[in-house]
């Protein structure tokens, strides 16, 4: 057998089958007492008004961070690509942030932003805002959409600059030539050659911000306040690990498999035939 | 050189070896979740009860925080490779006590070690805790805490009231609380940590009010949450009144609040009296009193409930594995090491030597308030109502209470439609949990 396949074996066919296995029973945490419900649990899953609002908190997180993150992301590799000096340097600095732990940077924004002794947060209220992510499910999804998307800046940055040189120099040339001013040469030419890089972004950007976000929600607001942040997966880990229902939690982490899966077939069939490579 | 390297290698190991085997000394594994001072005094017990004898090695071994150890502890179970000495938290109680065949009474262990153990040495409100309906000690209370009242002198003095004298009440709490945020001397009256914790279950025990029926879930089977009742309703109404200009601010849902008030904002905070020794060293001007009760209770105060933490003996191990934790545990038990723990790390001493002991030593004269928790425990025989609170799914339960306070100190509920949420969301939890 290819160690390749047996790996893929070890490390991912047969996890699964124990997940998809622990979906269909209901048992005691500690295993003493263990009884086949077949589909009970999905069926309870899915008609939890808990984990409706979770997949409307998932949406919402995992949008607003992909849209801000490549956003600025861009932003920022179009003003790099004109900086005339010091070019190396900005990139350098602007790459750093990539090297953060998601839970150190989920703390670096939690004491920007604290109630009593963030100094953002002291700004904000010097400018009338009542700011309490703690009690307030609108400011606490800020502050997560803030910190998830910072974490990702770097990351697509360095791609975004990478494909912005891979765009002809001839081509912006004979625009500016043509009389085409810099904002209608930059999303006339510099914006479609980039789609390939913006498609691949999009991909990374959803998949992180579906699940490579639990150390920045458990960090921050833990799920709160109420269940406004409580996304998918950091709900999979308080049903599973704090509240020791895992069949329950065994349900909803196949059911996320299954959407990962989705979303990939998705994105690569019908999203990648409308990007241009090339 | 590095061939010397490898023969003292070589010779270590055999000597290690042959140690091990000429001695046969049984290694007792530990999991545990204490940090920073508590820690130490973790390393420090063992090392000594190590040293005291030579049958037994006992190795503790840290787990991360409350939740992860559990997590562990199951997981390991799980897999066959359980320790023989676990850390759980007092919410993890029921979780634990549902899985008998997962565990082994502490009093089995004692009395299969051929050691007597003898019940009335202990405080009686944390034994009552830890115990069985039918009165088994089934785990040994390590590390046992109980909330009560902190306030910042200096924010008193400026608010022109009475420094030597705390509030008593609730009633008297918000009128403070009111008084120092309308004078100016902070930005707010009062915060609290743990409100699940304080504002609900030791408020039910405090005041003699059930948290839930069957004794709050001692007694078993099915249990049914009683917080809606009129005077929560009207405890948590007040205090959603005074979220609302911010006299009370919350901090979270454990203890977040505790930088609030060390940061000099809020002039009265409620916090388990594990959390004294970072007040002290913040060098506050602070002053202790008893957990407020409500005016309208009639038999308040009874007495408030164990936090903290116990040990739990794992099943399936040999018999000379339970010799060893019989061994460590009448160690521990035994007064100049609870004196230790109790005056190191602030958790109550759970024997009353240990106690009458400290009290001897005029510990209580130089640091008053440490005696104020054990007193609030201690003052009254417990109730049907005050021995504490149980359930198989505690942990599930706290959080749905959480959510709805959060939303009703949000402004978004009265504290009726709150409670009646938590009451029937937590119900239809339980009723689950236990089913499986």
């Given at each position: ?278 | ?204 025990a405090w005041n003699d009010v059930p948290w839930a029926t069957q004794q709050n879930g001692l007694a078993g089977g099915d249990v049914e949450l009683k917080i809606n009742a009129p005077i929560f309703v009207n405890h948590f109404q007040a205090l959603a009144d005074l979220a609302k200009d ?55 105060p009874q007495n408030t409930t164990p936090g903290g933490a116990s040990l739990w003996v794992f099943g399936n191990k040999s018999d000379e594995q339970y010799k060893g934790v019989a061994a460590f545990f009448s160690y521990l038990s035994k007064t100049d090491v609870q004196e230790y723990l ?95």
């Amino acid at each position: 057998m290819a160690p390749q396949l047996a790996i893929t074996l070890v490390f991912f066919y047969w996890p699964a089958g124990q997940a998809l296995y622990q979906s269909m029973l209901r048992q005691d945490p500690f295993g003493l007492r263990t009884k086949f419900v077949w589909f009970a649990n999905f069926r309870k899953v899915l008609a939890d008004p808990a984990y409706l609002n979770s997949i409307q908190v998932t949406v919402v997180f995992s949008l607003a961070t992909a849209i801000v993150a490549m956003g600025v992301a861009l932003l920022l590799a179009v003003m790099a690509e004109k900086a005339v000096r010091g070019k190396g340097l900005y990139r350098t600095l602007l790459i750093w942030p990539y090297a953060v732990a998601p839970a150190i940077a989920g703390m670096l924004w939690l004491f920007l932003f604290n109630p009593s002794i963030g100094s953002l947060a002291y700004l904000l209220r010097s400018l009338g805002i009542a700011w309490d992510p703690l009690l307030n499910g609108t400011h606490a999804m800020i502050l997560l959409v803030s910190a998830a998307a910072w974490k990702q800046i770097s990351y697509n940055f360095l791609f975004f600059v990478a494909g912005l040189q891979a765009v002809p120099k001839t081509l912006i040339e004979a625009a500016a030539m043509d009389g085409a001013g810099e904002t209608k040469r930059f999303w006339t030419i510099v914006f479609p050659l980039l789609a390939p890089t913006t498609f691949f972004l999009l991909v990374v950007n959803t998949v992180y911000a579906l699940f490579d976000t639990f150390g920045i929600v458990h960090a921050v607001t833990g799920g709160g306040p109420g269940k406004a942040t409580e996304t998918l997966v950091y709900k999979v880990y308080n049903d599973g690990f704090v509240n020791l229902i895992l069949g329950d939690s065994a349900a909803q982490s196949v059911i996320l498999m299954a959407i990962v899966i989705a979303l990939t077939a998705i994105q690569f069939r019908y999203v990648e035939r409308k990007v241009h490579y090339g | 050189m590095k061939f010397f390297g490898f023969a003292a290698g070589v010779a270590a190991t055999l000597t290690l070896l042959s140690t091990t085997s000429a001695f046969a000394v049984t290694q007792i594994s530990w999991w545990h979740a204490m940090t920073g001072a508590n820690a130490e005094v973790v390393d420090k017990i063992s090392k000594d009860f190590n040293a005291s004898q030579s049958d037994y090695e006992l190795v503790p071994v840290f787990k991360g925080t409350y939740p992860e150890t559990l997590n562990a502890g199951i997981a390991a179970f799980r897999a066959g490779q359980a320790p023989d000495i676990l850390q759980v938290f007092d919410v993890g109680t029921g979780v634990m006590m549902a899985a008998e065949g997962a565990i082994k009474p502490v009093a089995e262990v004692m009395t299969g070690a051929g050691m007597t153990f003898d019940k009335s040495q202990y405080l009686p409100g944390i034994v009552g805790y830890y115990s069985k309906p039918d009165g088994t000690m089934l785990s040994f209370p390590y590390n046992s805490s109980s909330p009560i009242l902190y306030y910042n002198k200096d924010i008193f003095q400026k608010a022109g009231l009475d420094v030597n004298s705390p509030p008593k009440t609730w009633n008297e709490v918000w009128e403070a609380a009111k008084k120092i945020k309308a004078s100016g001397a902070a930005s707010c009256g009062y915060t609290s940590t743990w409100l699940t914790w304080i504002h609900l279950e030791n408020f039910a025990a405090w005041n003699d009010v059930p948290w839930a029926t069957q004794q709050n879930g001692l007694a078993g089977g099915d249990v049914e949450l009683k917080i809606n009742a009129p005077i929560f309703v009207n405890h948590f109404q007040a205090l959603a009144d005074l979220a609302k200009d911010g006299t009370f601010k919350y901090g979270g849902r454990t203890s977040e609040a505790k930088q609030i008030f060390l940061a000099g904002e809020c002039g009265i905070f409620t916090e388990s009296s594990g959390g004294l020794g970072d007040i002290v060293k913040s060098g506050m001007n602070y002053g202790i009193g008893q957990l407020p009760y409500d005016t309208d209770a009639k038999g308040a105060p009874q007495n408030t409930t164990p936090g903290g933490a116990s040990l739990w003996v794992f099943g399936n191990k040999s018999d000379e594995q339970y010799k060893g934790v019989a061994a460590f545990f009448s160690y521990l038990s035994k007064t100049d090491v609870q004196e230790y723990l109790h005056q190191k790390s602030g958790y109550l001493p759970v024997t009353l030597a240990a106690y009458e002991a400290t009290k001897k030593s005029g510990f209580y004269d130089k640091n008053p308030g440490r005696e104020t928790p054990i007193l609030q425990m201690t003052g009254k025989a417990p109730t049907d109502n005050s021995k504490g609170v149980r359930l198989p799914n505690l942990p599930q339960v706290r959080d749905i209470q959480n959510e709805e306070l959060e939303k009703m100190l949000a402004g978004q509920q009265t504290a009726q439609q709150a409670l009646d949420n938590a009451v029937t969301r937590g119900n239809a939890a339980i009723e689950e949990a236990l089913e499986n």
